[in-house]
Each structure stands twice: as structure tokens, then as C-alpha cells.
């Protein structure tokens, strides 16, 4: 696949704090990749630094072939939606979304019909003649992202662009948002928090730990087959127990955990300090291929399926359940088992 934009040995300290550490990424034309990871783990500074708003110490980035390592923001092709969405306040909302196109002094109909087509994506058609002011904090934000649509330009970052959305709006729009991206052909790059958002929007997401990237998966992949502890814990519920492994074969590993052992595919050395996962969809409450025992902490009912918790040996564990059937009461003591095939097996050292 010849990259689109590509990120190559991308390092930036802040003095003596490394932010990033040798970021790899390359994207296709079109793809949408999301970056997700916890407070200060670099996503802005990596996005500000394919914007050009942030010089790297190391590393290369190249658009569509073209390197644009030392090009100035404005002469990149790349379109940035911030949360703090700097609109003009003297300008009306058509005035807004058309500032981009003007200053590349584009014919007038040519931008009333972009300026007309990106509010109407965003619901604001209505809107286009009010001040900005007169706008609630989301209606801005919708502004913001249909002047950054308006210019179509050949990468868009979105840094939480739709964080400040109610719910109900935030699913609209990125269904809406995913759709017009494959219409003009944009290649983006997304930051949010929102690991439900990040799995519903991305053809990839790279999931960031310590200014580096621990895996970078579609997002079926990420889910099913973390790459790392980190991975594991930070996408999706899973059960997690520390173990040591005791025992292994061309099958995998044994491991001794406090609450009895469990087989695990993955083989790693005897004595290696290991976690033990799976997902709460794959526990059933019978005896299993990995059998376990606990104590029913709580019950949930949630329409199409239920949720036990249960407490095995201090560590709390969740089974998702489909369906109608009949519940243990808290309190009460369970086995509870899972395939051997769905259990994951990380270094210990992983998870930190
Ligand atoms: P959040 O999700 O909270 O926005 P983030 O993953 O986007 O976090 P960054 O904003 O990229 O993280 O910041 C990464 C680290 O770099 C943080 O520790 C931050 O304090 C630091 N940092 C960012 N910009 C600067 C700067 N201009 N000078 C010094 N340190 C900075």
C-alpha cells in the first residue's frame, strides 16, 4: 500500500519529558485511524505535529509522497478541528464556513454550494445567517467542523471535536461525519476519549501508552486479540488476574493464580509473572474448559442480556449473559468457566 500520510520515527521531548517516542503510522487515502489513550499519553502533540503547529526533534512526515516534515501549517493540505473551536465572532455562520474557501479565493458559487453542503451536514442549514455568538456551545462546535469539511482538505485531525456534543447528536454525527469523510476522500485522524466512539468511527485505532503506540488494529482486532495488557485494560471489560505461569508446552501455558489454575494459549517460560484475561462475554456460569470459583456480588439486568459480578478471591470478575434465564442471588457461591481458546495471557510487566 503506498501511504497516504506517513509518519515515520516521529520523536518530540518537552525538555527533558519525552511526549513522543518513535511514532510509526501510515495511513491509506481515506482511512480514518483514532488515536485513544489516557490524559497527557500524546495524542494532541502527535496531532499538532502532523498539522505543522508542533515541530518534531526526529522522525519524517510525508503526504501523498511528499515530504512535509518542515512545511508551515497553512501549506500542508491539513484541516484541524480543536475542541476549543476558534470561530470569529463577528461573522455569521455561512461567514465562518466560508472563510477558508475565500482566502483560497475560490469562485462565489462555488462556495455557497461547499458552505451550503457542509451545514447541512452538520444541521445547522437554518442557521446560516445567525451570529455565532447567538449559538450554543454545540451548535460552535458544528460550525467548527463544517468550516474545517468546507476547504476538503486531503487530511482532517480532529482533536475531541465531538466530545462537547450530547450524546444522541454525538452518534448522528459520526455516523454523518464517517459518511461525508468517504465522500470527499479524506484521509483522518481522530483523538478521542471515548473508546465506544473510537471503535464505532475507526478503520484503525492506535492505542497510546507513554508517547509510544502499543498497537494500532482495526478495531475487531484490538478487542479480540489485545496486543498488550495496556491494550487489554483500556479497550472493552475483561476479567484480569495476576498468576505466575507453572507449566508450559507446545499448547501453551499453565498458570497458578490465587482462586486455582487456568490454560491459556499463549506459551511463556515457567515462573514468568503473567495476567490472565478474558472477555465477560466468553464467562458462562458452569464449569468450562477454565473453571473457577467465586462468590455473585451483583446481579444487572440490561434488556438482552445480563451481567453477574462475581468476587473470586478478592478479584472482581464480570459475566455477560444472553438473554432471559435464571440469575443467582447475590451472595451466592458459583463456578464459572471459559474457553481455553479466548484466554489471554500478557507479561506482567505490560499492565503498568
Ligand atoms: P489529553 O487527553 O489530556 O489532551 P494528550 O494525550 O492529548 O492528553 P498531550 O496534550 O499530547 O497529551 O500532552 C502530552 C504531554 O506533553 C503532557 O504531559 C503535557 O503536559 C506535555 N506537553 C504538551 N504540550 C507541552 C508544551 N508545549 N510544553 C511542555 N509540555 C507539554
Redesign the pocket.
Given at each position: 500500500m503506498a501511504a497516504h500520510l506517513s509518519v515515520r520515527g516521529v520523536s518530540k521531548r518537552?525538555g527533558a519529558?519525552p511526549?513522543l517516542t518513535d511514532i510509526d503510522l501510515r495511513m491509506a487515502r481515506g482511512e480514518l485511524v483514532t488515536l485513544l489513550?489516557p490524559?497527557?499519553?500524546?495524542?494532541?502533540?502527535l496531532l499538532r505535529v502532523i498539522a505543522g503547529l508542533t515541530q518534531p526533534d526526529s522522525g519524517v512526515l510525508e503526504l501523498a509522497g511528499r515530504d512535509i516534515t518542515r512545511l508551515p501549517p497553512y501549506r500542508r493540505n491539513v484541516g484541524v478541528v480543536f475542541q476549543n473551536y476558534a470561530l470569529f465572532p463577528h461573522l455569521d455562520v455561512a461567514g465562518n464556513v466560508a472563510f477558508g474557501l475565500k482566502l483560497r479565493k475560490r469562485p462565489k458559487a462555488e462556495i455557497d454550494a461547499s458552505v451550503k453542503r457542509a451545514l447541512e451536514l452538520v444541521h445547522l442549514g437554518a442557521l446560516a445567517d445567525r451570529p455565532v455568538r447567538a449559538l450554543s456551545g454545540g451548535q460552535q462546535q458544528r460550525v467548527a467542523l463544517a468550516r474545517a469539511i468546507a476547504v476538503e482538505p486531503s487530511v482532517i485531525l480532529f482533536d475531541e471535536a465531538l466530545s462537547a456534543l450530547d450524546r444522541k447528536l454525538r452518534e448522528t454525527m459520526q455516523g454523518e461525519l464517517r459518511r461525508l469523510l468517504r465522500q470527499i476522500g479524506a484521509t483522518a485522524v481522530f483523538?478521542t476519549?471515548d473508546q465506544e466512539e473510537a471503535l464505532t468511527m475507526s478503520d484503525r485505532v492506535a492505542v497510546m501508552h507513554r508517547g509510544r503506540i502499543d498497537q494500532l488494529a482495526d478495531p475487531r482486532t484490538l478487542y479480540d486479540r489485545p496486543a498488550t495488557a495496556f491494550a487489554l485494560s483500556f479497550v472493552g471489560q475483561s476479567l484480569r488476574l495476576p498468576g505466575t505461569v507453572v507449566d508450559a508446552d507446545g499448547d501453551g501455558s499453565m498458570v497458578e493464580t490465587a482462586v486455582g489454575q487456568v490454560r491459556a494459549p499463549r506459551r511463556f517460560l515457567p515462573g514468568s509473572p503473567v495476567i490472565v484475561a478474558t472477555r465477560p462475554e466468553h464467562v458462562r456460569l458452569a464449569e468450562g474448559e477454565n473453571t473457577l470459583h467465586g462468590t455473585v456480588t451483583g446481579v444487572t439486568f440490561q434488556g438482552s442480556r445480563s451481567v453477574v459480578e462475581i468476587d473470586a478471591g478478592g478479584a472482581v470478575l464480570m459475566a455477560e449473559l444472553p438473554g432471559r434465564q435464571a440469575l443467582p442471588d447475590p451472595g451466592t457461591p458459583v463456578s464459572f468457566g471459559w474457553p481455553v481458546a479466548e484466554t489471554l495471557l500478557f507479561p506482567a510487566e505490560e499492565a503498568a
Open positions: 518537552f519529558t511526549v489513550g490524559s497527557g499519553c500524546g495524542k494532541t502533540t483523538v476519549h
